[in-house]
């Protein structure tokens, strides 16, 4: 075995509930000898463990049984493990994958966590007591995160790839539903920080300025409420570990000028405590508002908004990631089917030109639980149009929406208008006009 590392693909699939045997780790090594070392060691983490060394198997051992867990030892960046990780990505979903390297590499470490790995262990460091615990916490990692490939997305993944490394305050920006809580989740998961706590506060939840100061800073002893661990407030928890702050705009402005002094010093001052304590743990804000507009308003701090306006990561909305929508779909419908144990339909053509042609307003989460009810309401092994109940919004026959529909047509028919206009179900001079309405040039495709 060349190079050792092991990494694991951030779940977004919940299994925390599984009883133990449904672990099932499959281990693949193009040398025998190695994986069986590696079935040794993974053995005695108390999964069940099975080896290959052709590619070729593990890809069909995979596609046929359900594995929670694939370990790869990947010897260079382009060997025939990273190939198998990158299968996955694609084909396997709601699986953590775990790959192993002997030696440190950068560039082999940066590959791998660009296949969607999130944790990085070496085989001369493989304690027993560490990868138990490891594997637990991946179990324990809530759903699966889907890599979106659409162009309208790339900039995101980016910036998300390169914010797992930094340690500096972020603030991620966009409307419901894109993902915003899930890439707060990601990039802890993928962060050195990923074995300390990721704490989330969801803001909008609180009640009273009072009880916000205490959910922060933490309550008297004795009291006993859900979200304070030991009386500790959610700055206690989070030290060394990640706060993630959800629609920041709902806390009240002293609660805001409070975080303020924590980004700008590094310490608050505990509920019970008279001084201040180091807060080490770095904080994650999400927002669906424009702050500036808030701070104009004297709504929001202005403290607080010169500490986070610097580091914005915008989530683009759905209707500007169209090619994201099918393989989204494909992903939830896999993961609600290994959640149930149904073997997986297709979408039908009527399905996917009807998931195409709508306006996801609330984007990621209307998409989500559209799938979520098609699952549980489709007979037989496919999922066809009459599967799909859409909710109807006034936006969709808003002005926005011809102009995504009318693109998507032109998109999904490679500029074609005669099949662009039966997609939309009209004729082609009405497509003509829509195209000129929009402002959309006649060689568009
Ligand atoms: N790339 C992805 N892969 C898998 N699931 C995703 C992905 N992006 C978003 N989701 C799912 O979409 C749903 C909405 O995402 P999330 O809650 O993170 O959005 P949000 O921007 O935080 O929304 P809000 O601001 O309304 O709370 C969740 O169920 C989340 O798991």
């Known amino acids: 075995m060349d190079e050792f590392l ?87 979903l709601g699986i953590k994958k775990v790959g192993i390297a002997k030696n440190q590499c950068v560039e082999l470490y940066n590959k791998v966590y660009k296949l969607g790995a999130d944790h990085l262990f070496y085989f001369d460091s493989l304690v027993i007591d560490k990868l138990t615990l490891a594997i637990e916490e991946l179990h324990k990692n809530g759903k699966r995160w889907f890599e979106r490939k659409s162009g309208g997305f790339q900039g995101c993944s980016k910036r998300i790839i390169a914010e797992c490394s930094s340690d500096a305050t972020l603030l991620l920006a966009g409307p419901h539903g894109v993902g915003k809580s899930a890439i707060a989740r990601l990039i802890h998961d993928n962060s050195p920080r990923r074995s300390e706590p990721f704490i989330v506060a969801e803001c909008a939840h609180y009640m009273s300025a009072a009880e916000t100061m205490d959910i922060f800073r933490g309550k008297e002893l004795g009291i006993k409420h859900p979200l304070y661990r030991n009386q500790q407030g959610l ?26 002094t924590v980004i700008q010093r590094g310490v608050f001052t505990p509920q019970n405590l008279t001084k201040e304590v180091k807060f080490s743990g770095r ?85 989500y639980s559209t799938i979520v009810r098609a699952c549980s309401e489709y007979r037989g092994d496919t999922i066809g149009k009459d599967d799909i109940t859409l909710y109807e919004t006034e936006k969709e026959v808003s002005h926005h929406s011809r102009r995504y529909r009318v693109t998507k047509a032109l998109q999904h028919t490679k500029g074609n208008k005669a099949q662009a206009a039966k997609l939309l179900e009209i004729n082609r001079t009405t497509l003509y006009a829509w195209m000129k309405a929009e402002g959309i040039s006649k060689d568009y495709r």
């Not at 590619?55 to 382009?78: C, G, P, Q, T």
């Not at 206690?236 to 402005?253: D, K, S, Y």
């Not at 030109?353 to 984007?363: A, D, E, Q, Y």
Request: one cysteine or more.
């Open 6 to 92: 092991i990494t694991t693909q951030n779940s977004l699939m919940n299994i925390d509930n599984d009883p133990p045997s449904s672990r099932r780790l499959l281990i693949y090594s193009s040398r025998i000898e190695d994986g069986k070392k590696l079935e040794e060691v993974f053995s005695k983490t108390g999964t069940k463990v099975q080896t290959t060394n052709s590619v070729s198997d593990a890809k069909r051992i995979l596609e046929r049984n359900d594995f929670s867990m694939l370990v790869v030892a990947v010897a260079d960046k382009d060997c025939d493990g990273m190939k198998l990780l990158e299968w996955t990505n694609d084909t396997i």
């Open 235 to 260: 700055l206690a928890q989070a030290n060394r570990g990640t706060l993630f702050i959800h629609e920041v705009c709902h806390l009240p402005i002293h609660v805001q000028e409070v975080l303020a």
């Open 283 to 367: 904080i994650i804000f999400s927002t669906n508002v424009d702050l500036a507009e808030k701070v104009r308003a004297g709504e929001f701090s202005e403290a607080l908004y010169h500490c986070i306006h610097s580091n914005v990561l915008r989530v683009p909305p759905l209707s500007d990631c169209l090619d994201d929508v099918i393989p989204l779909a494909e992903c939830f419908i896999k993961q609600y089917c290994a959640e149930n144990g149904l073997s997986v339909p297709r979408l039908t053509k009527g399905a996917i030109n009807k998931l195409n042609n709508h306006i996801w307003v609330s984007n990621v989460r209307e998409l």
